[in-house]
C-alpha cells in the first residue's frame, strides 16, 4: 500500500484491487455468473481467462502495434483521425478529465474500427466506414494482424455479455440481436504512453480519470503497471487502487451504457493511468450496440420502488456527444497546416 499526497494536501490511499477472475474455459456456468455479477455489483472490472486468443498471437498484436509507435510523428500524422474516429490520436490529443487536467493525455493511439467500405450505405453512419491503414510497404502484415485481432476480440466479448446477460437474469443470447452484437460498434485502440511522469498534484496524467461510454471494454496491457481503478466515484478524495496486469488475462470493464441500461445496478467505474517513467502499452477492445439500438432501461432492473434513472437514448447519439466531449476538435490540426 503506498500513499500520496494530492494538490489538496490530502493522502490518496493506492494499493493494489482484489478482482474477480471468470475463466471462460469453466464448464459450472453458475460459478462464472456469480463471479461476474459480484464483480459487476462491486467495482464493475473483473479478469478474464482462458478466452481463446493464444499468447503467440496476442504478443504479435503487441509488437505489431510498438511498429507503428516508433514510426516518425510525420509518418503517424499522415493517417490522423477522421470524423469516424478512424486513425491516429496524437499525444496530448484526448482530455478526459478536464476538471483536473492542465492538458490532455500523455498518451498516443489508433483507432480501428469495424471496416464497412465507402459504398456500403451503413458508412453513412457515424462509426461505420473505411479504417484508416498505414501503407503495406511501411508496415507489412499490419493491417492483417489487427483485423484479425477484431474479430477474435469480438467473439470473447460476445462470450462475456452472455454472461452478464444471465447476471441480469435476461435471456443468455439477449446481447446477441442484431441491433445489438449483432451489428456492433467495436473498436479496437492501440495505446502507447511515452514514458512521461504523472503527477495529479499537477493535473499531469497518462490518462485522465473517466469510465467508458459503452457495454464492455476488453483491455489487454504489457506487463508495466499504471492503470488505477476508482471504486466509490462519490468519493472524496477519491481511493485510487492498482490493477495488476496479469499475463494473458484481459481486463474487463463495464462502460455508461451498460450502467443505464442496468439502471445503475451495475457500475461503470472511473478509471485513469498514471505514467511511471517507462513506456507502457495497452489494447483496449470498446464494445457497444449497433448505431440504431435504444438504450432503454432492462425490465430486470426497474421495479415501482426503482423507476428508471435515465431516459432511453440511441447509441450514435450517446457515443457521438462523449466523443465530442472528451476530443481535440480536428480544425485545430488542419489549422496547424496550412
Excluded at 113 to 138: L, R
Excluded at 182 to 209: C, K, M, W
Excluded at 251 to 268: A, H, P, Q, T, Y
Aim: glycine share 8%.
Amino acid at each position: 500500500m503506498e500513499k500520496k499526497q494530492s494538490g489538496n494536501g490530502a493522502f490518496e490511499v493506492t494499493n493494489v484491487s482484489t478482482l474477480n477472475c471468470i475463466d471462460l474455459s469453466c464448464s459450472d456456468l453458475r460459478q462464472s455468473v456469480a463471479l461476474l455479477k459480484q464483480a459487476c455489483l462491486d467495482c464493475g472490472f473483473f479478469y478474464v481467462t482462458n478466452h481463446g486468443i493464444s499468447r503467440e498471437f496476442m504478443e504479435e498484436v503487441f509488437e505489431q502495434s510498438r511498429r507503428f509507435f516508433d514510426l516518425p510523428a510525420g509518418e503517424k500524422m499522415k493517417l490522423l483521425r477522421n470524423e469516424k474516429h478512424r486513425g491516429y490520436t496524437p499525444l496530448l490529443d484526448e482530455l478526459l478529465d478536464p476538471g483536473n487536467q492542465v492538458h490532455g493525455d500523455y498518451k498516443e493511439g489508433y483507432y480501428i474500427g469495424v471496416e464497412v467500405p465507402e459504398d456500403d450505405p451503413d458508412a453513412q453512419k457515424p462509426f461505420y466506414g473505411p479504417n484508416v491503414w498505414p501503407s503495406s510497404e511501411i508496415l507489412p502484415g499490419w493491417r492483417e494482424t489487427m483485423e484479425k485481432y477484431h474479430q477474435k476480440a469480438l467473439e470473447v466479448a460476445k462470450s462475456v455479455a452472455r454472461i452478464i446477460a444471465l447476471a441480469l437474469d435476461l435471456e443468455i443470447d439477449f446481447f446477441d440481436k442484431p441491433e445489438m452484437l449483432g451489428n456492433p460498434i467495436a473498436t479496437l485502440r492501440l495505446l502507447h504512453y511515452g514514458g512521461e511522469v504523472s503527477d495529479p498534484s499537477q493535473g499531469i496524467f497518462g490518462a485522465g480519470a473517466h469510465s467508458d461510454y459503452g457495454l464492455i471494454t476488453l483491455l489487454a496491457t504489457d506487463d508495466v503497471s499504471g492503470l488505477q481503478i476508482c471504486k466509490d466515484k462519490d468519493a472524496n478524495p477519491c481511493v485510487w487502487e492498482y490493477v495488476a496486469p496479469v499475463k494473458g488475462a484481459f481486463i474487463v470493464n463495464l462502460g455508461d451504457m451498460l450502467e443505464r441500461w442496468s439502471n445503475c445496478i451495475f457500475k461503470s467505474t472511473l478509471h485513469r493511468v498514471l505514467g511511471n517513467g517507462q513506456q507502457r502499452y495497452s489494447i483496449a477492445y470498446f464494445v457497444e450496440p449497433s448505431h440504431d439500438c435504444l438504450v432503454e432501461c432492462l425490465p430486470s432492473c426497474k421495479s415501482d420502488e426503482n423507476p428508471p434513472k435515465f431516459p432511453p437514448i440511441k447509441c450514435a447519439t450517446y457515443l457521438s456527444q462523449r466523443y465530442s466531449d472528451t476530443h481535440t476538435d480536428l480544425n485545430t490540426y488542419r489549422a496547424g497546416q496550412t
